[in-house]
């Protein structure tokens, strides 16, 4: 079963307006991890923000902030002010329970394109 | 801070033969981990060391094996390779909860 799924394969935006990029995730463990990452072109995954299942608040990072939604299995990645550089890959990503230390899980990912 | 480093950046080999792609993690990481981006199949978890020792390892076959050194450099290799080997395949590392990536090596398989 898919663990990580992002629906929007694709999606345009505006230079300088908001985009929010969907993640929902499955899992029954109570601690576990969620994480974003950027893959520009030339391929190299790019850390963005990580959310722990017991961080209360959402975090965020620069123009990056994750919306997440524990009841509803959501962290939602949204960026702020779109800027031409965050033309990319999109990928969220679980690490789950007491496998603290281990791997990610990837969902299929989200094309981002920003036009000016 | 030197960041994950990946050698070769592209490969080619022919079905059959066997290939080594190498990583070096960033300085003072101990854990490394390799994912394979195969073109439609997004990231999948291949293999994951710690301190000298395999320590996960995802749905693949025997074949897809690999070491990390005392330097906590790692190796990947490819047995008996196959054209469905032809992928990206990232190498990481680990500090605290996030993982680094490097830029990766592109296996093609003719």
């Known amino acids: 079963a898919q663990k990580i799924t992002q629906t929007q394969p694709g999606m345009f935006v505006q230079e300088k307006e908001a985009v929010t990029l969907d993640c929902t995730y499955d899992?029954?463990?109570?601690?576990?991890?969620l994480f974003w990452y950027k893959q520009p072109s030339s391929g190299e995954m790019i850390f963005l923000i990580y959310?722990?299942?017991?961080?209360?608040q959402n975090a965020t990072e620069g123009r990056y902030s994750l919306n997440f939604q524990k009841a509803r299995k959501s962290a939602n990645l949204v960026i702020s002010a779109s800027q031409l550089g965050d033309s990319a890959m999109y990928f969220c990503a679980m690490r789950e329970g007491d496998d603290s230390w281990g791997k990610l899980q990837f969902g299929a990912g989200t094309q981002v394109v920003v036009t000016p | 801070e030197a960041g994950v480093t990946q050698s070769p950046t592209h490969l080619i080999k022919t079905r059959g033969q066997q290939a080594t792609l190498r990583c070096s993690p960033i300085?003072?990481?101990?854990?490394v981990y390799w994912y394979q981006q195969a073109l439609g199949l997004g990231l999948q978890f291949l293999l994951w060391y710690d301190e000298g020792e395999e320590r996960n390892r995802g749905n693949f076959p025997p074949r897809f094996s690999g070491r990390q050194f005392p330097n906590y450099s790692s190796e990947l290799n490819v047995n008996a390779l196959e054209l469905e080997d032809s992928a990206l395949y990232l190498c990481?590392?680990?500090?605290?909860?996030?993982?680094?990536f490097g830029p990766g090596t592109r296996l093609t398989v003719t």
């Open positions: 300085s003072g990481h101990t854990s």
């Open positions: 990481a590392s680990r500090a605290s909860y996030e993982q680094y």
């Open positions: 959310q722990g299942s017991y961080d209360e």
């Open positions: 899992t029954s463990d109570q601690s576990y991890g």
